[in-house]
């Protein structure tokens, strides 16, 4: 079973799906985090021309695993669970993911690990594109203000000079780019629940989710 939660950046998705599977006991899939290690790939490799670096997916060993609160990720055996939360990261991260091969590459890697357990993830096109038959979907948003807020904390661990007013051109461009792209944009699935988290407290948006999975879990037995 999967239960998905897509949105734009920092509208909370992984904060509240990794609450989510906490409470319930379930597992925890970051799809941004798969195309972040991509990404992390790329520009630590010698192909700087995209195009070129494609050629180079099937030498990549990608693996991930939620445990501790943290959704971990190894690329050819290396942790680089730290590394893709940058802002260098950040910034190439939609030209990978606009690459019709990377998202090939990423939707396998998923659709092979969630057969085995239950699942919440959370991404951009999981209920439209990767998982269109999950049986819960929701769609989260929030002001674009408050998206960069919530970002410039996570960001501040790794990166102490980073600005709010980087963080929210950043996030402008990135919600763009998700929206705009050919392969698979950034778009609320027509049976998705949308949830809108501007205002609300933390507990209050995951009360309100657990609700709705309990709802329709029982409706559904
Ligand atoms: O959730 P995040 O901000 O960590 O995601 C990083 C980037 O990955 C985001 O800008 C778009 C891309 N992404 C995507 O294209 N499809 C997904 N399912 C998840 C993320």
Redesign the pocket.
Known sequence: MIIVI?GP??SG??STAKEIANRLNIQFL???????AVTFYWITSEKPDIRSFIKLLPEVELSSEYKNRTFYVKLNGNDITDEIRTQRV?EH??EV??QPEV?AF?NRHMRNLVVNDVYIA?????GTA?FPDAQIKFYMTASIEERAKRRLKEMQQSDAEITLKDVMNNIRQ?DQ??QS?AS?P?KKADDAIEIDTTGKTFDEQISDMITIIETKIKLNH
């Open positions: 897509d950046a920092g998705k992984s970051d799809s941004g985090a798969l195309y972040r950040a991260v939609s993911a606009m998202r990423v959370d991404g951009r096109d999981l990767v990135r780019k998700d792209r698979d950034l």
